[in-house]
């Protein structure tokens, strides 16, 4: 099978990934319009594309909380890579690590985060934190992270509930029994782990903003927020202390009918005021996306369903070459789009003047 775009690996996934993870990866919340209005979103911005700006020379790198990366995207924290691919997160670190960008390990992992580490040592890795009712699973794993060299603690903000996926109701959806959440295995253990195969009703419905003076009480990592859609909640996020916001719908998985969030993006970039980095994730199929997202103000984007479906292909290969496609697109647009400024081709000149939006 030729692997020219995204999609392409979306269609192997479909093919060849058992139905009941298919539509567990494919999932969004009730009729799916958040998820789907993710990527239209994106085909409402066009470019304004400048000519003969001599692009010979890309310069695609850039830096997240003051760690370089190869090109502005990353690999968002998505459950249970075991449905995927037998190496699981292991692959996603690897594959991180070997493009030098950063991955968001879960807290519903199918690898311990010391598999995880150990697999790919000198990533950069973030990790992505549920806050259970039992607060003390919770601190462990913050502390394990930092112990284990993750440099960045990214807080879920849009799950107290899980949103209604009908396809995991109508298929009764639950890992494998072979397949465990293996971070939480020793602070749940003895529990019946019969939601999702998960322990059930674990998630604390009751955090608040307050919280996050809890989180940082527990380390020394920064902090990024993810779930984050008005500006508003941006406000009280930079009040609080965070370093980080991921404007976030959850791939559409959680309210249904909420914005997509490019579109969410720019009242929250305007709202933060450079104070925090900004990043983006939802719908992100194509290099033109990125350079969109980016024009917008985002730091760098991440990537959720894309990386599965790369996994789902070939693993560790298999992710490689998504993150490839995706480079490659990005830096074509960058140059197509034309720098802005006579004297840089860098990330750092692309700016809101790239775009508009399409009255279709
Ligand atoms: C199968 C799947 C599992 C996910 N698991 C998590 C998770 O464990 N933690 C989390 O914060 N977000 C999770 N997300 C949301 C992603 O981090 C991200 O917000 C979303 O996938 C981005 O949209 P995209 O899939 O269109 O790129 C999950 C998303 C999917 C599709
Ligand atoms: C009970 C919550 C299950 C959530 C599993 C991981 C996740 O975030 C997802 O979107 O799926």
Known sequence: MSMVCLSDFEDYAKKYLPKIAWDYFAAGADDCTTRDENILAYKRIRFRPRMLRDVSVMDIRTKILGSEIGFPVGIAPTGFHQLAWPDGEKSTARAARA???????????????????????????WFQLYIHRNRAASQ????????????????????????????????????????KVKNLERAFEGDDWSEYGLPPNSLDPSVTWNDIYWLRSLTRLP???KGILTKEDAELAVKHGVQGIIVSNHGGRQLDEGPATIDALVEVVEAVRGRVEVYVDGGIRKG?????????????????????????????????????????????????????????ASVSEIGQHLVQFSRL
Not at 99 to 121: F, Q
């Open 140 to 179: 462990q794993l913050v502390q394990r992270a930092e112990a284990l060299g993750f440099q960045g603690l990214v807080l879920t903000a849009d799950l107290p509930y899980s949103g209604k996926r009908r396809d995991d109701v109508r298929n009764g959806f639950r890992l494998p029994p072979h397949m």
């Open 223 to 225: 902090i990024i927020i």
């Open 99 to 125: 493009m030098n960008i950063c991955y968001i390990a879960s807290t519903y992992s199918t690898c311990t985060l010391e598999e995880i580490s150990a697999a790919a040592p000198g990533g950069l890795r």
């Open 288 to 344: 033109s996306d990125v350079l969109k997202a980016l024009a917008l103000g985002a730091k760098c984007v991440f990537i959720g369903r894309p990386a599965l479906w790369g996994l789902a292909y070939k693993g560790e290969e298999g992710l490689q070459d998504v993150l490839r496609i995706l480079q490659d697109e990005f830096r074509l647009s960058m140059a197509l789009a034309g720098k802005y400024f006579v004297c840089c």
